[in-house]
Structures are given as C-alpha cells and as structure tokens.
T-cell receptor, first 115, second 112 residues
Framework: DSGVTQTPKHLITATGQRVTLRCSPR?????VYWYQQSLDQGLQFLIQ???????AKGNILERFSAQQFPDLHSELNLSSLELGDSALYFC??????????????FGPGTRLTVL | SQKIEQNSEALNIQEGKTATLTCNYT??????LQWYRQDPGRGPVFLLL?????KEKRKERLKVTFDTTLKQSLFHITASQPADSATYLC???????????FGRGTSLIVHP
C-alpha cells in the first residue's frame, strides 16, 4: 500500500460526458502528479501540482483540467469524453518538487471506460 | 526525436537465474534514471534511482547500471523468483524538467 488513495476504482461513462477523478496523496507529500496509461501510449505525464500551485504540464488535453485543494487532495476533471480517453489514470505523490529525484508513490489508479 | 526503448517482447527466464532488462535512450542527456515495477492493473512502484555520475547501484537482489556513453541502463535481478514476474519500467529525467519520462516497459516472466 503506497499511502496514495484514488477514487473511484472504475468508471464507465458515455462519450461527451464529464467525470472527476479524485486523489489523496500520502501524508506529508506536497506534490501530486497525474498520469494516463493506455496500451498504445504507455505512461504519460499529464500535470503536476505542488502545494496547491500548478508546477508542470505534460501532454494534457484542453478538455482535461486539474486542481489541488488546501488539504492537498487533487481532482482531475475530464470533459467531452471520447472513446480514446479510455485508460488507466494514476495519481502519484512525492515530498518535493522534483519527481526525477524524489520517490514518486503511485496510487492504485482509476480505470476509465468510455462507451 | 527523443526515444526511450525497452524491449517490448517479454523476457522469460527460469527461477534462480539472473534477469537482465535493458533501457536504451536517444537524444536525452538525463542526470537521473529510475526503475519501477508495475503489476497488472496496479500503479508503478519505485525501485531504484541512479545518477549520471554513478556507474552502478545495488539494492538487495537488484542491480542497475547506467552508461551515459552507450546511453543505456541495465537492470538485473539475481536469483529471480516467480514473484518477480511483472513489467519493469525505466524512467529518465529529460532536460531538467524534473518530471521523468517513462519507457513502455518490459514484461518479465519467471518460471518455477
């Protein structure tokens, strides 16, 4: 158990809909990262928040947005969903800013299926 | 273009042998490289980090090497066990972004 929690575990929805994925980082971790993992793309970095502020952006679509709240939990909002958005979405947390040197702790993921 | 290459074919080995997985990269100059383990349907788990000025790092049965001239990292599991069966991902820092970029991973299957 990494100490990172994600809800829900599974989500099935239709094209055009909007969903919210939630992540609670490990106690004491200030950074939250969101990743998307699909069979054809591998693990792709979407966005990082550190202590409530956006710090880095990866391959995140404009239809996707995220935020980190004062209690440090984070939400990833996906809107106007398309079939291609079906994937595993992982949240990770770390103590500091630099995931390349900090240990990232990954949550169990949310499996999103868009029908 | 930048590439991180891990063998897409699964590596099958017998229990007790040493498994060696390869991570090659092009058009990167990473200061750090990480290895993760991922079980099906679960999040990656951090295993080891190696810096560019370190040739080798060990942790229990795991050993990682980092050759910046060859642009390659090797990941070894000695005395492999069926419980080591998983996908292993390498991740490297790209251009000072502080966010590692992940390879697609190599599946390791250890047969009893």
């Amino acid at each position: 158990d990494s100490g990172v929690t994600q809800t829900p575990k599974h989500l099935i929805t239709a094209t055009g809909q909007r969903v919210t994925l939630r992540c609670s980082p490990r106690s004491g971790d200030l950074s939250v990262y969101w990743y998307q993992q699909s069979l054809d793309q591998g693990l792709q970095f979407l966005i990082q928040y550190y202590n409530g502020e956006e710090r880095a952006k990866g391959n995140i679509l404009e239809r996707f947005s995220a935020q980190q709240f004062p209690d440090l939990h984070s939400e990833l909002n996906l809107s106007s969903l398309e079939l291609g958005d079906s994937a595993l979405y992982f949240c990770a947390s770390s103590v500091g800013l630099a995931a390349s040197t900090d240990t990232q702790y990954f949550g169990p993921g949310t499996r999103l299926t868009v029908l | 273009s930048q590439k991180i290459e891990q063998n897409s074919e699964a590596l099958n080995i017998q229990e007790g042998k040493t498994a060696t997985l390869t991570c090659n990269y092009t058009n990167y100059s990473p200061a750090y490289l990480q290895w993760y383990r991922q079980d099906p349907g679960r999040g990656p788990v951090f295993l080891l980090l190696i810096r560019e000025n370190e040739k080798e790092k060990r942790k229990e049965r795991l050993k990682v090497t980092f050759d910046t001239t060859l642009k390659q990292s090797l990941f070894h599991i000695t005395a492999s066990q069926p419980a080591d069966s998983a996908t292993y991902l390498c991740a490297l820092e790209a251009g000072g972004s502080y966010i590692p970029t992940f390879g697609r991973g190599t599946s390791l299957i250890v047969h009893p």
